[in-house]
C-alpha cells in the first residue's frame, strides 16, 4: 500500500495508445515540469512538489513502465519513445512555458522534448543527470548482460532495491516509508520490465539503437548557452559523477552550479534542505 502521507497528490492519467501515463498535475502559476530517471519515479519529487505547488504549476509524469504508470511488457522503452511519451503529455496540457527539472535519465528525455521546443523553455534545473554519452560503472553494465541482467534486475529487484541505500548518503539512510515508497510500483517481474530496458537503454556503442538520438541531443543543448541554468550535484554520486558534472559545465558556462559534498546520486533525498531555497530563488528570478 502506497502511503499517501509521503504522497498525498492526486492522480492523473493520459492516455497512451491503450496504455496509460500517470501524472501528478499540483498548484497553480508559472509551469514547473520534473523528470525523474530510473529505478524512481514521481515519488522522488514529492518535497519539492508540495513545497513549491503553492506559487507554481507542478507536473511531473511517471514514464511507462515507471511509478504508477501502466507496465506493458511489449513495449520498446526506448529513449525516442519517452520523449515522444512527454512531448504528447505537455501538448495535451496546452503548456506554453516551462521549467525543466531533471535526474537521471529526466536528462536525457527532457533534453530531447527541449531541443524540439527551444522557444517553450524558460530555464534549466539539473540533478545529477547527463544529455550526453560518459563512462557506465561496471555494477549497472552487469545488469546489461543477458540471462544475468533480466534475473538480477527484475527477478531479485537488483536494481531498484540497492539503489534505495546505494543511491543516498543520509546518515542512516533513508526512512523505512520512503524506502518502501521507492519499491511501491516495483514489486513482481512484470513490474520491473521498464528499470530493466532503461538499463538495457545506456548507448554504450555506436551501433545501439539510441546512441544517434544521444548524439543529437547533444548537439541540441548549444541552444539553451544563454538560458538559466540551476546545477544541484551530489558529489557521492558512483554513476553520475564529477565527469557528467564538467559536462553540464562546459557545455553551460552561464550554470549557477552547487555542489554538495555528503550527498549522493539521490540528492533530492540528501540535500533537500539546501535545495529548496536556491530553486526557490532560482524560480522567482525567472519572468516566464
Not at 49 to 73: F, N, T
Not at 95 to 102: A, D, K
Not at 184 to 189: A, G, L, R
Not at 210 to 233: C, E, M, S
Request: aromatic share 12%; charged share 20%.
Amino acid at each position: 500500500m502506497l502511503d499517501r502521507v509521503e504522497y498525498p497528490f492526486t492522480s492523473h492519467w493520459l492516455p497512451l495508445d491503450g496504455r496509460r501515463l500517470h501524472y501528478v498535475d499540483e498548484g497553480s502559476g508559472p509551469a514547473v515540469v520534473m523528470l525523474h530517471g530510473n529505478p524512481t519515479w514521481s515519488f522522488y519529487y514529492r518535497e519539492l512538489i508540495r513545497e513549491l505547488s503553492p506559487h507554481y504549476r507542478i507536473i511531473v509524469p511517471d514514464h511507462l513502465g515507471m511509478g504508477l504508470s501502466d507496465k506493458p511488457q511489449d513495449y520498446p522503452y526506448r529513449l525516442a519513445d519517452h520523449i515522444a511519451n512527454l512531448e504528447r503529455l505537455l501538448d495535451q496540457l496546452g503548456l506554453q512555458r516551462m521549467i525543466l527539472v531533471m535526474h537521471d535519465w529526466g536528462g536525457a528525455i527532457g533534453m530531447g522534448y527541449a531541443m524540439r521546443h527551444v522557444e517553450k523553455i524558460a530555464g534549466l534545473v539539473l540533478f545529477n543527470t547527463a544529455a550526453y554519452s560518459g563512462p557506465c560503472p561496471w555494477r549497472i553494465r552487469v545488469c546489461r548482460w543477458p540471462i544475468v541482467g533480466p534475473l538480477l534486475v527484475r527477478g531479485l529487484n537488483g536494481f531498484a532495491w540497492p539503489a534505495t541505500w546505494m543511491a543516498s548518503k543520509r546518515p542512516g539512510g533513508l526512512p523505512t516509508a520512503v524506502r518502501a515508497g521507492y519499491l511501491h510500483p516495483y514489486q513482481s517481474w512484470r513490474d520491473r520490465v521498464a528499470i530493466l530496458r532503461f538499463v538495457q537503454d545506456i548507448p554504450l556503442s555506436a551501433n545501439h539503437p539510441t546512441y544517434v538520438l544521444l548524439q543529437k541531443i547533444d548537439a541540441g543543448l548549444a541552444q539553451f548557452r544563454n538560458h538559466p541554468v540551476l546545477i544541484g550535484w551530489g558529489m557521492r554520486d558512483f554513476c553520475f559523477n564529477e565527469y557528467f558534472l564538467n559536462g553540464w559545465i562546459e557545455r553551460f558556462p552561464q550554470a549557477q552550479v552547487h555542489r554538495f559534498s555528503d550527498a549522493g546520486h539521490y540528492v533530492v533525498e540528501d540535500a533537500r534542505e539546501q535545495i529548496l531555497p536556491l530553486i526557490r530563488q532560482f524560480l522567482t528570478r525567472l519572468q516566464y
